[in-house]
């Protein structure tokens, strides 16, 4: 029987460079080891990352075009005069120069994807970019074969608060994302509520929507030493991933700060372990670190292989997201947090994917600034490990399979 064959046109394979990265690196894993011959196109920068055992090709940036020295240009003028150029560049294209020459070099790879006579094609990008996406839209002989991955809300203005915001050219953008929402055949998102919330303004979604959720894609983590400021010994809670401006940490600190003054003797044995980037939340960071030797904090980015493993070894996960009145994101870390099966210490709005999944009934769950329920779910969790640190486990086989490859052969083996 002959292979499916899948190609992936993808803005990074860097798992280093962004979340959105690590989870198109894991689904495209996922689909290799689901029987697919999987063929994956590009656009890294910086880096020549490959995935072992799947053919990675590289797409090459333009360099002699109109639209790469006026971007060139524009990063000159900027970086001299500290005038916001692209805001008004944006305002009238919709796009900066540099986003129309990556569209462009990346268009130039589609035609022999095309000649590839692919079962399906994947577009998977990251962050606010969608470069592979607005590619595709000019090859109509390949859309009844795209699935364009949608990771997050877009344009800006459609995010829920607090992330939403007006972006200039807000007007062009939602008018290409119109577009991908009535050409690509699917549309694929991580989460059920991101479809239904996407949905409600680009109702062609609801029809062509489906939800792939990030996968676990059975890490194997060789020659990774645990860190030194990791003592396995203690109760650690751990939160790793970026810390947005809209998403406070102080709920969470001064939350474990009163579990402390209730339980002293934890003092001596627990551990609040904040790994990664924390810019807007620097100073209240540093001066809580200061104050109390139980937290840790380590503002930078920390490669994947020791964010996993440590991951698999605290004895706490945490997922912290903003104040907010719903959440239809679905955590990259999600699946390695699942499948570390250590409990999850859920910080979120009420409506959230990650509740949704959890479940209505899942007992450490609390709004992000509910201290006192916060507190209680740390003592609780710090009780039980100390009576049996074996016994403190998610156990849930059910999103273990939500996440894995079996799950997703099942949803592309029905397309």
């Known amino acids: 029987m002959t292979k499916k064959r899948i190609v992936f046109i993808a803005e990074s394979i860097?798992?280093?460079d962004s979340s959105c990265s690590k989870c198109?690196?894991?689904?495209?894993?996922?689909?290799?080891?689901?029987?697919?011959?999987?063929?994956?196109?590009?656009?890294?920068?910086?880096?020549?990352?490959?995935?072992e055992g799947i053919d990675c090709r590289e797409i090459k940036e333009i360099k002699f075009s109109i639209n790469y020295f006026l971007s060139r240009f524009q990063r000159v003028i900027q970086r001299n005069f500290k005038v916001e150029f692209h805001t008004?560049?944006?305002?009238?294209?919709?796009?900066?120069?540099?986003?129309?020459?990556?569209?462009?070099?990346?268009?130039?790879?589609?035609?022999?994807?095309?000649?590839?006579?692919?079962?399906?094609?994947?577009?998977?990008?990251?962050?606010?970019?969608?470069?592979?996406?607005?590619?595709?839209?000019?090859?109509?002989?390949?859309?009844?074969?795209?699935?364009?991955n949608i990771h997050d809300p877009y344009p800006f203005h459609y995010n829920p608060r607090p992330y939403?915001?007006?972006?200039?050219?807000?007007?062009?953008?939602?008018?290409?994302?119109?577009?991908?929402?009535?050409?690509?055949?699917?549309?694929?998102?991580?989460?059920?509520?991101?479809?239904?919330?996407?949905?409600?303004?680009?109702?062609?979604?609801?029809?062509t929507g489906l939800v792939i959720p990030h996968q676990n894609a059975n890490q194997e983590i060789k020659n990774v030493a645990l860190p030194n400021y990791f003592d396995e010994s203690k109760f650690n809670l751990l939160h790793a991933g970026n810390l947005m401006k809209q998403r406070s940490p102080e709920g969470l600190i001064e939350g474990f700060?009163?579990?402390?003054?209730?339980?002293?003797?934890?003092?001596?044995?627990t551990k609040l372990i904040l790994l990664g980037p924390a810019t807007f939340h620097a100073k209240i960071l540093e001066k809580y670190s200061n104050l109390i030797p139980q937290i840790f904090v380590l503002n930078a980015n920390v490669p994947?292989?020791?964010?996993?493993?440590?991951?698999?070894?605290?004895?706490v996960n945490i997922i912290l997201e903003s104040k907010a009145e719903i959440s239809p994101f679905l955590p990259g870390k999600f699946p390695h947090c699942v499948e570390a099966n250590k409990p999850l210490l859920l910080l979120a709005p009420y409506y959230s994917e990650t509740k949704r999944l959890l479940g209505n009934d899942y007992q450490y769950w609390s709004e992000v600034d509910d201290i006192q329920k916060i507190a209680a779910s740390i003592e609780n969790l710090y009780n039980q490990w100390n009576i049996d640190k074996e016994s403190l486990k998610l156990n849930r086989p059910d999103l273990i399979d939500y996440c894995s490859m079996k799950n997703l052969k099942k949803i592309l083996d029905s397309i």
């Open 164 to 207: 939403n915001w007006v972006e200039p050219g807000y007007a062009i953008k939602e008018k290409y994302f119109q577009a991908i929402s009535q050409k690509a055949h699917h549309a694929s998102f991580p989460s059920k509520l991101l479809m239904e919330w996407m949905g409600s303004y680009f109702p062609h979604f609801l029809q």
């Open 88 to 148: 008004f560049l944006e305002k009238i294209f919709g796009f900066s120069f540099t986003v129309f020459n990556d569209v462009n070099s990346i268009k130039k790879i589609v035609k022999e994807v095309i000649n590839l006579n692919p079962d399906l094609v994947f577009t998977v990008s990251k962050g606010t970019s969608f470069r592979p996406h607005y590619a595709l839209l000019s090859f109509p002989e390949i859309h009844h074969k795209w699935i364009a």
């Open 257 to 269: 700060k009163l579990f402390l003054k209730r339980n002293p003797i934890a003092i001596v044995n």
């Open 304 to 315: 994947f292989e020791i964010v996993y493993k440590l991951q698999q070894h605290v004895s």
């Open 14 to 16: 860097d798992k280093d």
């Open 24 to 51: 198109n690196v894991a689904l495209i894993q996922n689909a290799k080891n689901a029987g697919f011959e999987v063929i994956v196109y590009h656009y890294t920068r910086h880096k020549k990352p490959l995935l």
